[in-house]
């Protein structure tokens, strides 16, 4: 063969079939892997675009392992591996049936709250407020629930609360007797106690009666003398003299008259009523006195600083006595038997100097029958000092009242700061009821105004123009729910939302209506003009034309 058809020749060698023989210098290949390997030399290639056999490879060619081929993802499937290596691992619950709910992300336990402090004899309040701590959220319990309070907290004292609630009880208390129903301008009439009030060698029983006023609906102790009438004009006007005295240890007088409403001819004297208070006479004799020598001072005191009132009017009390003065649970005394001797002309021989040194040696005599008591403490040499002082009814040592007040010493102090507390602890709770009262006034006005059918022939009328935001601030504090959609009775909300709609306070409240479709955000000032402005328009409607 020529030179020049030799490379023409080896062309169509490579053209044609497998090449027979590899070139001797070419590097060998190194597998990663050994994979099942190709047909040996001879065979048919699979890989041929005929399919036939298109040539054979050599026996010392390297097996070929072909690299993988990466399959694109399926869309929304991209990013699976990334999210669930950083998903958080799957601890499943116990099962609760075939359609058991995904539990919810806990919420941390709240933490329990304090019952709240009990008070000495009080009821227990189920109505709560919470207060803030002094030393901040933490406070000296680490980390505890604010202090709760009753809601009695924002009230009157409760000790102050009961004895007021005992007096209300006793005052419309009405016994049942043989009494008519009126007498002059009283009615609801009820016996109290009778008492013997000897003046001289006379003895007279007062009946107590209590009535209630028509004209200003108070209490009053209706002192009854039956079959007598004073002896002329002049006895009746002495009641004027008497309605000048005022002092918190006499009874004050209001009026007497003569009626026949008994059956018979009787003398009425009408007091002023205390209750709770008793004959000290009758409790004397029942052994309920207790006589510790602090009350029997007290009493000394408050029977001294009312005879000092009358007699500074021109006046004499005359039956001062046992019989005569009342006292009440808390130690309160007072002189009951005003103004009788003088309607009835008792002792009206003796002259007034020689009376009022009667009453101050009365005095005594009420000391020695507290002091008599079985149960009485024996006295201290300063208390018996001052007993045998009052017994003196002669001028040369008669009593007086700056001689009490020097044998009484400093236990004058400790009577007036007594007062002063007493003062003080109803003055306090004076300005919790006036605050109170405020917001019942207020109470009364959203009354009126909401829930009202119609007015002036407008149907809804209490749901259209201002009314509407009043009626909706009236669910916002009474009908307000918690996030479990029970009923939250808070007085604390209550409260402090009816006080800053009384002072019309600039702050914003969200105020959304039942269905949840209307949502307001207004200040208390607007809701308090609009609330005004409704009433204001009922008290014209409601005013005569």
């Known amino acids: 063969m020529p030179d020049d058809e030799a490379p023409a020749a080896a062309a169509r060698t490579d053209q044609g079939a497998a090449p027979t023989t590899l070139l001797r210098d070419a590097p060998a290949f190194v597998p990663r892997a050994r994979k099942p390997a190709l047909p040996e030399a001879g065979a048919p290639r699979t890989d041929s675009p005929g399919g036939g056999g298109g040539g054979v490879l050599q026996k010392d060619a390297p097996a070929f392992t ?21 998903a958080p691992a799957f601890t499943p619950r116990a099962s609760r049936g075939p359609a058991a709910k995904p539990a919810p992300e806990p919420r941390p336990a709240p933490e329990p709250r304090p019952a709240p402090e009990p008070w000495a004899g009080a009821p227990h309040d189920d109505l709560v407020m919470p207060l803030p701590q002094s030393g901040g959220s933490g406070g000296s319990g680490g980390g505890r629930a604010p202090f709760m309070r009753p809601a009695s907290h924002f009230a009157i004292d409760e000790g ?79 009641i004027d003299r008497w309605k000048q005295v005022h002092s918190a240890g006499a009874a004050r007088v209001d009026e007497a008259f003569v009626t026949r409403a008994f059956g018979d001819n009787s003398l009425v004297v009408v007091r002023a009523y205390r209750p709770g208070a008793a004959c000290l006479a009758a409790r004397l ?27 500074a009017a ?73 007993v045998d002082y009052l017994a003196g009814s002669q001028a040369a040592d008669a009593p007086t009242l700056d001689g009490i007040l020097r044998l009484a010493g400093r236990r004058v102090f400790a009577e007036l700061d007594a007062a002063r507390r007493e003062a003080d ?17 207020l109470l009364c006005k959203l009354s009126f105004v909401t829930e009202r059918a119609s007015d002036a022939g407008e149907p809804g009328w209490s749901e259209t123009g201002d009314r509407y935001l009043a009626t909706l601030f009236r669910d916002y504090v009474f009908h307000a729910v918690d996030e479990r959609n029970a009923p939250l009775a808070d007085m604390a909300h209550v409260v402090g939302n009816l006080n800053k709609l009384d002072a019309g306070s600039t702050e914003r409240v969200l105020l959304t209506s039942r269905d949840g479709k209307s949502c307001l955000v207004v200040t208390y000032s607007e809701i308090k003009r609009c609330v005004e402005s409704a009433f204001h328009e009922l008290q014209l409607a409601s005013a005569p034309a």
């Open 66 to 86: 072909p690299r993988p081929r990466a399959r694109p993802p399926a869309p929304g499937v991209q990013h699976a591996n990334a999210l669930l290596k950083s």
């Open 425 to 441: 602890l109803l003055s306090d709770n004076l300005r919790l009821e006036m605050a109170n009262g405020r917001l019942v006034r």
């Open 160 to 238: 102050l609360r009961r004895a007021l609630a005992s007096d209300m009880r006793a005052a419309y208390a009405v016994s049942e007797s043989d009494l008519p129903y009126r007498v002059h301008s009283y009615y609801a009439l009820s016996p109290l106690e009778s008492a013997e009030v000897a003046a001289g060698p006379r003895r007279i029983v007062e009946q107590a009666i209590k009535a209630q006023s028509v004209a200003d609906g108070r209490h009053r102790v209706l002192g009854r003398i039956a079959g007598l009438q004073p002896g002329d004009k002049t006895c009746l006007a002495a």
């Open 285 to 311: 004799a029942s052994g309920r006195v207790p006589a510790p020598e602090p009350l029997l001072w007290s009493v000394a005191l408050q029977l001294a600083a009312a005879l000092r009132a009358v007699h």
């Open 314 to 386: 021109g006046l004499s009390v005359r039956v001062l006595g046992p019989a005569t003065v009342w006292i009440t649970p808390s130690g309160r005394v007072q002189i009951a038997c005003c103004a009788l001797a003088d309607l009835l002309a008792l002792d009206a021989d003796r002259g007034l100097v020689a009376a009022q040194r009667d009453d101050l040696c009365a005095i005594g005599r009420v000391l020695r029958a507290l002091l008599g008591q079985p149960s009485a403490p024996q006295p201290s040499a300063e208390l018996a000092r001052l």
